[in-house]
């Protein structure tokens, strides 16, 4: 096809589209995947970072001469840009950056088709394609808005083109574009497009830029800096997608705490050199480093000139075994940049015993429990929780201490012979976090042949310093299972509307309290106008019949009182029964039930009758007497 043909199947309106500058997309962006793009005075990109026809590179290197200059190198090697402040992470449709008034822009690609660069506002200077052929040439609409790079032939391989753009002087935000592409024929034929044809319609890149007056660098911005407390020291970058997080881990006895830290400009740039300034309340040892690498501090102020980019603070304990809790702040030129609290625990100072339970004749330490502690702690599982009492080990300030094997080891105290033959930690806590029940160590008691009673307590040895540290004394019981058991409510008379408690009681066969390792058992409750409330009673999924008594063998049950049926104010007697196992016989709880209207009864008025008559004879007979006596 000839030059006239094509150029006569053209429409005038594409014509006219060329050389106003204006621009009609009818394709879709097409999203790829595309190495970060560095910011202005990072590391010059190469064009091949990013993907052929799909990427469009921005020279961060800053001209030192009179202005920018084009890509030289085949990768856009040599390529620098005039007044760019801030440069995006991006390289496909979605780039932003920000320039001074009349900067110019060196853009840069790699593509296999004809080119063309398009702009809202601004110009388009020198343009060229680096391993250019003969017939290969670049062309310009009338504004210069538009710079269109026709090569001679289809390119056999990926090919770098550039490009130079001014922007406008006046303030605001310009969109430049990359576009590629051909067109075919109404053959179908490939169409190699000239100067004088329309521009390709594939949006492949496109930059934001926004033009300001005067820069807002070499002055900290909190919103463009980075600060993160660590377990150990990091390179640290802001992220505007990422922000950075502190780390959730707990610091032991004998730990340090790094803060990594970034400062940058408002637009992501480094600050000039200053002096950082770090201070820890409470006593807490600093250091501040440019690296991440550095030793404990041995005061609570550190001092530093840095200009804030990947710095690090290490906080260490001024005592060893001492908890510490500080704020840390760190400044810039007098600016606080970063205030952390950070909590250092101590060593071990206390251990804390609770929801002890009674366990069974001739049972090991080891052996029962897990119904209990799942009771008590939400914590359910054989051979990890199995136990009748809980320790939660704590520093002198009270912040809980994850007692691993690493850290110590326990042992009984004292209490222990032919009662209770032995105490052990059955499970280890896993965490420092006080609201958790994994921060419960669970512990158990080994019984011998006869029910009875023992004062123990138990210790923790710290593996690093020897130093032993013993708990209250407890009492660990030991019983046989359930036998029989008796049922008692809190009142004896109940008004409609109010709480009734039942309390259990579970006897072993020779009449002590019972041991809290063995289920209760399926059971059955009949209690006039009383409506029970217990997820043990009501649920459907046998809780019931699995729980277990507390640590006296004992549970007790909730009731409301006449709400669901209106009712009968009298004297009424419920039936208690425990069949799985069997117990002994029903228990019948009595109780006096009232409506909380008049509940007089004939008797009661006979009997008011009564006494008002005596009454009044002992005033007639005084009277009878007074009258004598005159």
């Not at 449709?93 to 004809?114: I, K």
Request: proline residues 3%.
């Amino acid at each position: 096809m000839s030059k006239s043909t094509l150029s006569k199947r053209i429409s005038l309106t594409a014509i006219t589209a060329l050389f106003a500058g204006m621009l009609t997309v009818v394709s879709t962006p097409v999203a790829s995947a595309q190495t970060s793009h560095t910011n202005a005075g990072g590391t010059q990109m190469v064009s091949t970072n990013g993907v052929v026809d799909r990427s469009m590179m921005t020279a961060v290197t800053a001209a030192t001469g009179l202005t920018a200059s084009l890509a030289t190198g085949a990768a856009g090697t040599g390529a620098t840009s005039k007044g760019l402040l801030n440069k995006d992470s991006s390289s496909g449709t979605a780039q932003t950056a920000t320039v001074l008034a009349g900067a110019t822009l060196s853009f840069y690609a790699t593509v296999t088709t004809v080119t063309a660069f398009t702009a809202t506002g601004g110009t388009f200077g020198d343009t060229t394609i680096v391993e250019s052929a003969a017939g290969d040439t670049p062309t310009y609409n009338a504004g210069n808005t538009s710079a269109l790079i026709a090569f001679a032939g289809v390119p056999s391989a990926a090919t770098t083109v550039a490009t130079l753009w001014t922007a406008p002087t006046t303030t605001g935000t310009y969109t430049v574009s990359m576009l590629t592409g051909y067109y075919t024929n109404s053959s179908g034929v490939l169409t190699i497009p000239s100067q004088t044809t329309s521009l390709p319609t594939t949006l492949s890149a496109a930059i934001l830029v926004t033009v300001v007056p005067t820069s807002a660098g070499g002055s900290y911005s909190a919103a463009r800096s980075a600060c993160k407390v660590d377990t150990a020291g990091a390179a640290l970058a802001y992220s505007a997608s990422t922000p950075a997080a502190d780390t959730t881990a707990t610091f032991i006895d004998g730990d340090s705490v790094y803060i990594n830290y970034d400062l940058n400009d408002a637009y992501t740039q480094i600050l000039p050199t200053g002096s950082i300034t770090v201070t820890a309340t409470n006593g807490g040892l600093v250091n501040v480093a440019t690296g991440q690498s550095l030793v404990a501090g041995t005061t609570s102020t550190a001092i530093l000139s840095s200009d804030g980019d990947a710095d690090t603070v290490r906080i260490s304990q001024p005592t060893a075994g001492a908890p510490l809790t500080t704020t840390v702040t760190i400044s810039y030129n007098g600016t606080v940049v970063c205030t952390k609290t950070v909590t250092i625990r101590g060593e071990v100072a206390k251990l804390t015993i609770g929801n002890i339970g009674t366990q069974a004749l001739n049972a090991a330490s080891n052996a029962n429990g897990s119904q209990w502690m799942y009771q008590k702690t939400g914590i359910y599982g054989t051979s990890t929780t199995s136990g009748l009492f809980t320790v939660v080990a704590t520093d002198s300030a009270g912040n809980v201490v994850d007692t691993t094997t690493a850290l110590g080891s326990y042992a009984a105290a004292s209490g222990t012979g032919v009662q209770v033959p032995g105490i052990t930690i059955n499970a280890r806590s896993s965490t420092s976090n006080a609201s958790s029940p994994l921060a419960y160590n669970f512990g158990g008691w080994s019984c011998g042949s006869s029910a009875g009673q023992s004062t123990v307590s138990i210790r923790f040895t710290a593996t690093a310093t020897g130093k032993i540290v013993t708990s209250d004394p407890f009492t660990a019981r030991c019983a046989d299972t359930a036998s029989t058991y008796t049922v008692s409510l809190d009142k004896a008379a109940y008004s409609q509307g109010e709480v009734a408690k039942a309390t259990v009681r579970f006897l072993d066969s020779k009449g002590n309290k019972a041991n809290n390792t063995v289920a209760i058992g399926a059971n059955s409750w009949v209690l006039p106008y009383m409506t029970a409330v217990d997820s043990t009673i009501t649920a459907t999924t046998g809780a019931s019949a699995t729980s277990v008594t507390d640590g006296n063998g004992e549970v007790v049950y909730t009731f409301t009182v006449g709400t669901s049926t209106a009712a009968v104010a009298g004297t009424y007697t419920g039936v208690v029964s425990f069949t799985a196992p069997a117990l002994g016989v029903n228990a019948t709880p009595t109780y006096k039930l009232s409506t909380g209207g008049d509940t007089t009864t004939n008797a009661d008025v006979l009997k008011s009758i009564v006494a008002l008559i005596a009454s009044i004879n002992k005033q007639i007979q005084a009277l009878q007497k007074l009258i004598l006596r005159r």
